[in-house]
């Protein structure tokens, strides 16, 4: 089977033209994503994944910084970013915790103590399943509803500090889309390989 045709199989959503190169198995070292352009040694247009991973994982770190910095702002000293990034996955629908699960990638032992934290400082709402006690959906409460207005009203704040026009807009579009395929393949990769 051909190597190609084995990432339509497994990444069928993927587009593998232009968005990330993979630098040969014989180059072992590559300065840091932070050191200007001049400095760089050979082609300018590589990056690896893992240098685009640790840009990931400094940004998740940045924002979970600022969302704590908000919710200081907000008078919120009960929850942290995480349990913040929960009521905003929640926003306005209705769900049980299964349905959570996909919608944030949570782990199933996080988002019970999250809930549980959400719950004890009322935020969210539990409503008992009519059909299976066993089971509740979620729901924002008031309280939680007034948080998530804030914390859009901020992130209203950020948007206009980042974008200065339609090519910003266009930019942060299609940051946000190679996120996406790069979460699509490289959990297709960690789950069927490659």
């Known amino acids: 089977m051909e190597r190609g045709m084995n990432h339509r ?7 593998f033209g232009d968005t990330v190169a993979i630098l040969p198995a014989n180059e072992t070292q590559r300065k840091g994503l932070d050191t ?6 050979g082609d300018d247009s590589l990056v690896t994944y893992f240098e685009l991973a640790r840009v990931m994982e400094r940004a ?5 910084g600022l969302l704590r910095a908000e919710l200081t702002k907000l008078g919120v000293e009960d929850i942290g970013p995480a349990q913040a990034m929960v009521l905003l996955a929640i926003g306005e629908a209705e769900l049980s915790v299964g349905e959570l699960l996909d ?7 996080n988002i019970s103590y999250y809930l549980k934290q959400l719950a004890d400082g009322d935020y969210i ?16 409460s008031e309280k939680g509803r007034q948080l998530c207005a804030g914390l859009r009203q901020a992130a209203k ?26 979460e ?11």
């Open 125 to 140: 709402d539990r409503i008992a399943s009519q059909r299976d006690k066993r089971s509740a959906r979620i729901r924002l």
């Open 103 to 109: 919608r944030g990638h949570y782990v199933g032992s």
């Open 36 to 41: 200007p352009v001049d400095d760089r040694d």
């Open 9 to 15: 199989i497994l990444y069928p959503f993927a587009d």
């Open 60 to 64: 998740s770190r940045r924002f979970s």
């Open 157 to 182: 704040g950020y948007e206009r500090a980042l974008s200065h026009g339609d090519q910003d807009r266009r930019n942060l579009e299609t940051a946000f889309q190679t996120l996406h395929r790069l």
């Open 184 to 194: 699509l393949v490289w959990g297709n990769a960690a789950r069927y390989g490659i």
